[in-house]
């Protein structure tokens, strides 16, 4: 048993469908002995009805703020930007510890409030090993979206699917031109990913991971067709793409999809461009002659947000029922870190 009480928040962004539990793993928490409170959300993949119907108590979007301070917030991507002080235990994707746009500011509203930020990006094993990640799903998405574009077939704004229709259109058809394509990080979650979309697509793609970023060909980097970048730096390497490169008259590449999307970062393996592309808008043109694409998509697996959802609930499941354990620890810890080398002063709250 635990005494744990969770608040899964509705999120802000109006493209996020996903959840980070779903209504079957709801069900196991609340069997486990925690508290769950659900916020009603508009976009949410899985209705509030079905929460409730496990056992959850709905409440308003929104109402996390008023929760009571010994509360845990669970939520997926950013919070909006009130209240100034943040003071829960916040659990979600904060992106705020290389040094990102606004990331000092997000820190300093948890130590002016007391709260604490257990990102789930650090949520890892005794080796490192992420325990809850939509990776796969990402790197699937980040190359489907890539295919679909370099075949003129993709369509906006970008509609949240599931794998069976996307698959439909995925797939090769008569007329369709053969195209060499490279997946950079090929060996992890998301290089994974996109190599069964690329799999299903019909396309048999180059794949590179750390041997062969240690020593960057770059010209045989730019000599494929398209590029689905899944390397999330940690410390810096040389850039994958150049702002030369762009105006490059051999370059063969002609679309980038960056899943990673680390722009902004000074670890950023693709410093070509300032900001992230939407769903209204999914394709930026870096270059003109020769033409490239950009997709850089932050949010990839909302578009499949059924088996996304499901696939990561089940995996931050077992952590939620033991969340006295060591990978929130370590969560705890890197919040600390991050805010001693960012000046903030982070108030110790104790209750982690």
Not at 29 to 54: C, D, H, K, N, W
Not at 198 to 213: I, K, R, Y
Not at 278 to 295: F, G, M, N, S, Y
Not at 297 to 310: F, G, Q, T, V, Y
């Amino acid at each position: 048993m635990t005494d744990l009480h969770l608040w899964l928040r509705h999120e802000v962004r109006s493209t996020e469908r996903r959840t980070p539990v779903v209504p079957d793993d709801a069900r196991r928490l609340v069997r486990g002995g925690v508290r769950l409170t659900v916020e009603e959300s508009p976009q949410r993949i899985f209705p509030a009805a079905a929460y409730e119907a496990v056992g959850a108590r709905i409440v308003p979007a929104g109402s996390w703020e008023s929760a009571p301070r010994d509360t845990v917030v669970l939520g997926l991507k950013e919070l909006p930007d009130e209240p100034g002080e943040l003071t829960h235990r916040h659990i979600f994707f904060g992106h705020a510890y290389k040094g990102q746009p606004g990331a000092a500011d997000l820190l300093r509203r948890f130590a002016a409030g007391g709260g604490a930020l257990l990102d789930l990006e650090y949520l890892v094993d005794d080796r490192g090993r992420r325990l809850a990640a939509f990776g796969f799903w990402a790197g699937y998405l980040g190359a489907a979206l890539a295919v679909l574009r370099h075949r003129d077939r993709l369509t906006a704004p970008l509609r949240p699917t599931d794998k069976d229709a996307l698959d439909a259109i995925l797939r090769p058809v008569p007329g369709d031109k053969e195209f060499t394509a490279l997946v950079v990080g090929a060996l992890g979650r998301s290089g994974r990913g996109a190599r069964a979309a690329l799999a299903t697509a019909g396309s048999e793609p180059t794949c590179w991971d750390l041997a062969e970023t240690r020593d960057l060909d770059r010209r045989a980097l730019l000599d494929h067709d398209v590029l689905v970048n899944c390397v999330l730096a940690t410390t810096p390497v040389p850039p994958f793409v150049r702002e030369e490169d762009l105006d490059d008259p051999a370059r063969r590449l002609r679309t980038l999809s960056d899943v990673t999307c680390d722009v902004g970062s000074p670890l950023n393996v693709l410093p070509v461009y300032d900001r992230t592309t939407e769903w209204t808008d999914p394709v930026r043109r870096l270059a003109k002659e020769p033409p490239l694409d950009l997709i850089a998509i932050d949010n990839l697996p909302s578009l499949l947000p059924r088996e996304s959802s499901a696939d990561f609930s089940r995996d931050l499941l077992p952590q939620l029922l033991d969340f006295a354990g060591a990978p929130w620890g370590r969560c705890r810890e890197r919040f600390r870190l991050a805010c001693r080398e960012l000046g903030v002063d982070e108030e110790e709250s104790g209750r982690v």
